[in-house]
């Protein structure tokens, strides 16, 4: 099996990674003011229903005091940080070099790639696409709704395994529910799970890794607990994961979530998923994957991007949000590939069908006809005068 070379240097860093504190990003006046409300003085005297935490402003430097925790409206952060990206800021997309078919030209020649549908030849010598394959939805004689499938969705899964079985993405080694110290109790390994998934959101499986570990090491001993969180400064704890994205404002939910549990839950994370999706900043995302990896029960899919951006890309379902996908999906796909599907497509997304640069060239959906928005660079020589 190839290991990424991202695995490889990754693995390093963390095993030397240093106990000194790093520079945090800038913070404004205000948000460290805001932070003061989860001191160890203030979380002892302050009840968990005064607890404000807003999700209105997901900015990389919020301002704004908490607004209510015990009202929360269950999100995930990364799924509303895309409503606040600046459109002008997105990348376009790219084929990489990797996936273009070099040619033979004459000497004064210039090639331009261009991005199109792949296209492949049947034994008849015309071009054919793969065509689009959703699941259907029918009600049957007595009214009940009935889904069938992609027809070929067996064959598209089957073709991902095999693929994912000859490279190592960075989630198979720093995924969150790899991120648990082995040496800790069964409470603590739930309470760092659901800690990496709140860290996970917008941010590398790398750089998540790196911050699981600043806590699992920086804090006193035992380390990354509930109640070293209940009691850590939150300026210091914004410094211990400050290389996350959204660092601010997972912090406050960080904090605010610690406080629920200590009140609410008996210390432990919730065992529904009603009980996750009220910890701050979890979604239905967070919350089905932290229920599985956690307590080992697979009650939902956990959609993140990758899976909704590859489903909809194999056309299964068209959907435009991840949880759109996730109730698509729960609608036909069996129920013993709902645990594994969030990983296997993670990986397929890191290290195959990323989101900029598709490696269609390399892919066996492709080849197979399998992928209907698999595309292929071809190159056209423009032929210059010599001289």
């Known amino acids: 099996m190839k290991t990424s070379r991202i695995a490889k240097e990754t693995a390093k860093i963390v095993d030397k990674v240093p106990h000194t504190e790093a520079i945090g990003r800038r913070q404004t006046r205000s948000f460290a003011t805001s932070l003061q409300a989860f001191s160890a003085d203030a979380t ?34 990364e799924d509303f940080a895309k409503s606040i990206t600046s459109p002008s800021l997105k ?20 090639s331009l790639p261009q991005n ?50 000859t490279v190592l993405a960075p989630v198979d080694t720093m995924g969150c529910e790899r991120l648990a110290e082995e040496h800790v109790s069964e409470k603590d390994k739930r309470f760092q799970t659901l ?11 790398t750089t998540n890794a790196l911050a699981m570990r600043r806590l699992q090491t920086e804090l006193p ?5 509930l109640e070293n969180i209940l009691a850590v400064d939150p300026v210091q704890l914004n410094k211990l994961i400050y290389a996350v994205g959204f660092h601010n404002n997972k912090t406050k939910y960080i904090k605010a979530a610690a406080l629920i549990l200590r009140d609410q839950f008996g210390g432990d994370i919730p ?59 729960q609608g036909w ?20 069908c990323t989101p900029v640069g598709r490696d269609c060239g390399n892919c066996t959906l492709s080849s197979k006809r399998l992928c209907p928005s698999a595309v292929v660079a071809r190159k056209k020589q423009v032929v210059g005068k010599s001289g």
């Not at 800690?195 to 499986?205: E, G, V």
């Not at 029960?297 to 991007?305: A, L, Y």
Request: hydrophobic share 30%; proline share 6%; charged share 25%.
């Open 271 to 329: 065992d529904t998923i009603e009980g996750l999706t009220s910890l701050p900043g979890v979604g239905p995302k967070m919350g089905y994957l932290c229920l599985s990896a956690a307590w080992g029960r697979t009650e939902g899919i956990g959609v993140d991007v990758h899976v909704h951006r590859i489903t909809n890309l194999w056309k299964w379902h068209k959907t435009k949000t991840p949880e759109e996908t996730r109730k698509a999906l």
């Open 333 to 352: 796909l069996p129920r013993d590939k709902w645990h594994e599907i969030n990983h296997l497509l993670v990986g397929f997304g890191q290290t195959i």
């Open 116 to 165: 199109e549908a792949l296209e492949i030849k049947d034994s008849d010598g015309k071009f054919t696409k793969a065509r689009r394959q959703l699941a259907k939805k029918t009600t049957n004689e007595v009214g009940k709704v009935e889904i069938y499938p992609p027809a070929d969705w067996a064959q598209i899964y089957d073709a991902v395994k095999e693929m994912r079985k």
């Open 44 to 77: 002892t005297t302050r009840q968990t229903r005064d607890l404000t935490v807003k999700q209105e402003d997901d900015s990389e430097d919020s301002d704004s005091p908490l607004s209510s925790a015990t009202s929360f409206v269950a999100f995930d952060i």
């Open 195 to 205: 800690i990496a998934l709140m860290l996970s959101s917008q941010t590398k499986d």
């Open 221 to 225: 001993p035992p380390g990354l607990t």
């Open 91 to 110: 990348r376009k997309r790219q084929v990489g070099s990797h996936s273009l078919t070099s040619i033979s030209t004459p000497p004064i020649t210039q």
